[in-house]
């Protein structure tokens, strides 16, 4: 006899479980494990934050950091993370990450070496949360991670955020093509247009759909600049803009160096074929008249 106030609960039925029976077992780790992953975690991020090129050098201390997260779409070894870092350690300007992810930690650490900043823009408060958490115990200062919601604008969806309040002269933006913001790099292009820096590049993962590659291989010619595809196997997009001004100071440094010799043709010269035409003649032997 069922007691008042309470409901019956329905049975699962046969097909239910057969549903269940071909579905995985979820995976538990024991507490033994879990110590060593956050013992590991721990050892990496101060190894990090002490040593100044130990994310770039040593692949170990970046996987013990995912694994720490539980992060298991990247790996330590995955191009798009070692192109991500590799391009952070060497630009001179801040950078705008679209979308947080164990990668904010490993960026906000190279950019604190650099004396610059990193803006990440996270729309799941909770994990905008705990990662704020993680960089406020390490007193990583150089991450700046900006909690706004996601929303539809038009063909694209991307952050509620004042461009206002994000800096100039971005030298390098990582976001998502296709999987939590679809047409994420439309939202980058049309809302931090201004934002980027003439030699400004553009990581753009999951790109997997054909409209994201058509987009952004337009947007590369419209800019004059290369779009490079990566691995195939889990694809993403590589352009990096060009300075017009610098190349075209460029040119024209080249041209005045050389500017006695250009004068009388008018050609754009280089220092082999000046170096050509500057060769002496030919001297030519005299006869002597008897």
């Keep these: 006899m069922r007691r008042p106030g309470t409901k019956k609960v329905a049975k699962p039925t046969k097909q239910a479980k057969k549903r269940a029976k071909g579905l995985p077992k979820p995976r538990m780790i024991s507490w033994r494990k879990a110590l060593g992953l956050q013992h590991r975690f721990d050892k990496a991020m101060r190894k990090a934050v002490t ?40 630009v001179e300007g801040p950078v705008v990450q679209c979308g947080a992810n164990p990668l904010t930690l490993l960026l906000a650490i190279i950019m604190q070496h650099r004396a610059e900043y990193l803006w990440t823009l996270e729309h799941n408060p909770s994990w905008a949360q705990m990662l704020g958490n993680v960089l406020k115990r390490y007193d990583i200062r150089a991450g700046q991670l900006i909690q706004a919601p996601a929303e539809a604008f038009g063909d694209h969806i991307w952050y509620v955020v004042d461009t206002k309040t994000l800096p100039r002269n971005i030298e390098l933006i990582l976001c998502d093509g296709s999987n939590v913001l679809p047409n994420g790099m439309r939202g980058v292009v049309r809302r931090l247009e201004n934002h980027l820096s003439p030699r400004c590049q553009l990581l753009v993962r999951n790109t997997v759909r054909p409209k994201d590659l058509d987009f952004a291989s337009k947007w590369a010619k419209t800019q004059g600049a290369p779009f490079i595809l990566n691995d195939k196997c889990e694809p993403f997009v590589k352009i990096a803009l060009r300075d017009r001004k610098a190349d075209d100071l460029a040119e024209d440094r080249e041209l005045t160096v050389y ?6 043709e008018n050609i754009r010269l280089t220092p082999t074929t000046v170096a050509a035409q500057r060769k002496p003649a030919q001297k030519v032997r005299r006869k002597r008249i008897a």
Excluded at 65 to 81: K, M, Q
Excluded at 259 to 264: I, L, R
């Design 51 to 90: 040593q100044r090129n130990a994310i770039v050098a040593d692949k170990e201390v970046v996987q013990d950091i995912f694994n720490g997260l539980g992060e298991t779409s990247l790996r330590a070894d995955h191009p798009y993370v070692t192109t991500a870092l590799e391009n952070a350690a060497v």
């Design 259 to 264: 500017d006695k010799v250009a004068e009388a």
